[in-house]
C-alpha cells in the first residue's frame, strides 16, 4: 500500500464501509492523510434527538472534514403519539397477539429512550450563532433539506406508520423559529439545491419574519433547483391571506436562476381542499429565464392565470407536473390536484397547444376538477401516476378504489404532438362526455 500511486490508493478507499477506512488509517501517515476525506459521507443528517447541531458544528470546524459536507438534512419531524399508537397497532393487526404485543413494545419502549434523549438535547432555534458558524465553514456545501414529513427514527413501525399524516405532530411556533435561523445561516453559503417540505405560510404575514426573510432571501440568486411545500394555517384571513402569499412571491423571486421549481401547499387542515392562488399576484410580470421544470400542487386557481404563467415560461419549459400525491395516506389515491375555480380543462389544453415548443414531459396526478359543484359542467377527473417526481416509471399498479382512474398518456401525446383533443371518462355523472373511455383504468 505504501508504493502505491494515490489514485489507486484512493480507489481503494472508495470500496472500503467506515469501520475499514478507520483501520486502513490507522497503518500508516501516508494513509490516514489520503483516507481522511473518506471518514465521513458527502451527505449529513441532522436530528433532535442526538446533538446533530454540535456535532456538525465541530466537523465543520475540523479544517478537512469540513469539505466532505456537501448535502445536509435538518429532520425537526415528531410524532403525534396518540394516532402513532392506533396506526400501529393496525398496522400489525394480522400478527399472532403474542408476537403483535412484543414488536410493538420493544418498538415504544426504543421511542421513548429516544425521546428522552431529545428532552436533554437543546432546539436549534436557541444556538443561532452556532448553526451559522458551521453552515459559514462548510465550503462544499451545495444541497440543503429541511423536513417535518420524515421518520427521524431507526424504528421499523413508526417508520410505516409515519406515511400517514395524523401520525406527525407540528410545532408552528417552532417550526417558524427554526426557519428563521437556517434561512439566517443560508446567507453564508452557495447553494444550489433548498428543499423544504413544510414550510408554515403565516411565516410571510409577520412583518418581523418578513422583513428577515427578504433579507436572506438575496442569497437565494444561486439556487437552481428549489422544492417548496407550503402549510397554510386554518385561521388565515382573507387580508393576513393576500399578505403571506404576497410575501412568498417576493421570496420567490430572489432565485432567478431556476431551473426546477415545484411548488405545493398541503392543507393539513382540511387534506382534500386546494389552496387558491393567483399567479398575477404571486409573481407579477416574473419569469425564469432559465426554468425548465416546473411542479404545481393543491392549488385552485383560474384558467386564464395557469396558461399565461405557463407560457410566459414556454421558451425554456421542458417537463411540467401538475398535481401530485398530497396528503394522501399510501392506500389512498393522490389528493394533490389542481382545481380551476374558472375555465374548463379542455379550453385549457386546447388553447396551450403550442404554446410550449421545447416541451418534452407532462404529467397530471390527483384529483383535476374544474367548475363549480353546483354547476352541471363541472369536470372531475381522477389520475394515478406514470412516473415519480425523477420522470422514472413506476408500477402501474394502484389503490384499488371505487372510483375509476385514467393516466395521462393520452394527454400529454395531444400537448406535444398535436392531433385529436384526447376522450377521457370521469367516474360519476359529472361526466362532459359519458360515452369516453381513453385511457381509463378499472
Keep these: 500500500m505504501e508504493t502505491l500511486p494515490v489514485e489507486l490508493v484512493r480507489l481503494v478507499f472508495e470500496y472500503c464501509d467506515p469501520p475499514t477506512v478507520r483501520a486502513l488509517r490507522l497503518a500508516s501517515g501516508r494513509l490516514a492523510d489520503i483516507g481522511c476525506e473518506y471518514l465521513l459521507p458527502p451527505h449529513f443528517t441532522a436530528v433532535e434527538w442526538k446533538d446533530d447541531i454540535h456535532r456538525l458544528h465541530s466537523i465543520a470546524s475540523h479544517e478537512s472534514l469540513r469539505r466532505s459536507v456537501k448535502s445536509l438534512t435538518f429532520n425537526f419531524s415528531k410524532v403525534d403519539e396518540y394516532n402513532a399508537r392506533h396506526a400501529s397497532f393496525y398496522q400489525t393487526y394480522l400478527q399472532h397477539p403474542a408476537q403483535r404485543t412484543i414488536?410493538?413494545?420493544?418498538?415504544?419502549?426504543?421511542?421513548?429512550?429516544?425521546?428522552?434523549?431529545?428532552?436533554?438535547?437543546?432546539?436549534?432555534?436557541?444556538?443561532?450563532?452556532?448553526?451559522?458558524?458551521?453552515?459559514?465553514?462548510?465550503?462544499?456545501?451545495?444541497?440543503?433539506?429541511?423536513?417535518?414529513?420524515?421518520?427521524?427514527?431507526?424504528?421499523?413501525?413508526?417508520?410505516?406508520?409515519?406515511?400517514?399524516?395524523?401520525?406527525?405532530?407540528?410545532?408552528?411556533?417552532?417550526?417558524?423559529?427554526?426557519?428563521?435561523?437556517?434561512?439566517?445561516?443560508?446567507?453564508?453559503?452557495?447553494?444550489?439545491?433548498?428543499?423544504?417540505?413544510?414550510?408554515?405560510?403565516?411565516?410571510?404575514?409577520?412583518?418581523?419574519?418578513?422583513?428577515?426573510?427578504?433579507?436572506?432571501?438575496?442569497?437565494?440568486?444561486?439556487?437552481?433547483?428549489?422544492?417548496?411545500?407550503?402549510?397554510?394555517?386554518?385561521n388565515l384571513f382573507p387580508s393576513s391571506r393576500f399578505r403571506a402569499?404576497?410575501?412568498?412571491?417576493?421570496?420567490?423571486?430572489?432565485?432567478?436562476?431556476?431551473?426546477?421549481?415545484s411548488l405545493?401547499?398541503?392543507?393539513?387542515?382540511?387534506?382534500?381542499?386546494?389552496?387558491?392562488?393567483?399567479?398575477?399576484?404571486?409573481?407579477?410580470?416574473?419569469?425564469?429565464?432559465?426554468?425548465?421544470?416546473?411542479?404545481?400542487?393543491?392549488?385552485?386557481?383560474?384558467?386564464?392565470?395557469?396558461?399565461?404563467?405557463?407560457?410566459?415560461?414556454?421558451?425554456?419549459?421542458?417537463?411540467?407536473?401538475?398535481?401530485?400525491?398530497?396528503l394522501a395516506k399510501p392506500h389512498e389515491l393522490s389528493i394533490g390536484g389542481i382545481h380551476l375555480h374558472e375555465g374548463t380543462w379542455r379550453s385549457f389544453f386546447t388553447t396551450l397547444r403550442?404554446?410550449?415548443?421545447?416541451?418534452?414531459?407532462?404529467?397530471?396526478?390527483?384529483?383535476?376538477?374544474?367548475?363549480?359543484?353546483?354547476?352541471?359542467?363541472?369536470?372531475?377527473?381522477?389520475?394515478?401516476?406514470?412516473?415519480?417526481?425523477?420522470?422514472?416509471?413506476?408500477d402501474s399498479c394502484k389503490p384499488r378504489s371505487m372510483l375509476k382512474t385514467i393516466d395521462c398518456l393520452a394527454l400529454e401525446k395531444y400537448l406535444i404532438h398535436g392531433g385529436e383533443y384526447p376522450r377521457m371518462a370521469i367516474a360519476g355523472p359529472e361526466t362532459e362526455d359519458p360515452e369516453a373511455n381513453v385511457g381509463l383504468d378499472d
Excluded at 404576497?246 to 421549481?261: A, D, M, R, Y
Excluded at 393539513?268 to 421544470?293: C, G, I, M, Q
Design 245 to 261: 402569499v404576497n410575501g412568498l412571491g417576493h421570496v420567490l423571486q430572489f432565485s432567478p436562476n431556476l431551473t426546477h421549481l
Design 354 to 394: 403550442g404554446q410550449l415548443p421545447r416541451l418534452q414531459r407532462l404529467h397530471i396526478e390527483g384529483d383535476i376538477e374544474a367548475g363549480d359543484i353546483m354547476t352541471s359542467s363541472r369536470e372531475l377527473y381522477k389520475f394515478h401516476a406514470v412516473t415519480n417526481d425523477d420522470w422514472t416509471e413506476i
Design 103 to 234: 414488536t410493538l413494545q420493544d418498538a415504544w419502549i426504543k421511542y421513548y429512550e429516544l425521546e428522552e434523549r431529545r428532552s436533554r438535547v437543546p432546539q436549534l432555534h436557541t444556538r443561532p450563532n452556532m448553526v451559522e458558524e458551521s453552515l459559514r465553514q462548510l465550503p462544499n456545501l451545495r444541497s440543503l433539506e429541511i423536513t417535518y414529513t420524515q421518520c427521524p427514527y431507526d424504528i421499523d413501525i413508526l417508520r410505516e406508520v409515519f406515511m400517514v399524516r395524523n401520525c406527525r405532530k407540528r410545532d408552528r411556533a417552532e417550526a417558524c423559529k427554526n426557519m428563521n435561523v437556517l434561512v439566517s445561516a443560508i446567507r453564508h453559503t452557495q447553494l444550489d439545491t433548498l428543499k423544504i417540505d413544510q414550510l408554515p405560510l403565516e411565516i410571510f404575514r409577520v412583518a418581523a419574519d418578513r422583513r428577515h426573510w427578504f433579507d436572506c432571501a438575496r442569497s437565494f440568486a444561486s439556487l437552481t433547483k428549489l422544492d417548496l411545500v407550503l402549510d397554510p394555517p386554518n
Design 264 to 326: 405545493g401547499f398541503h392543507t393539513y387542515h382540511a387534506p382534500l381542499e386546494k389552496f387558491e392562488v393567483s399567479f398575477r399576484h404571486l409573481f407579477n410580470d416574473f419569469t425564469y429565464k432559465k426554468l425548465t421544470d416546473l411542479k404545481l400542487e393543491g392549488i385552485s386557481c383560474a384558467e386564464e392565470d395557469l396558461r399565461e404563467f405557463l407560457v410566459r415560461h414556454g421558451k425554456t419549459l421542458e417537463r411540467l407536473r401538475l398535481g401530485g400525491r398530497g
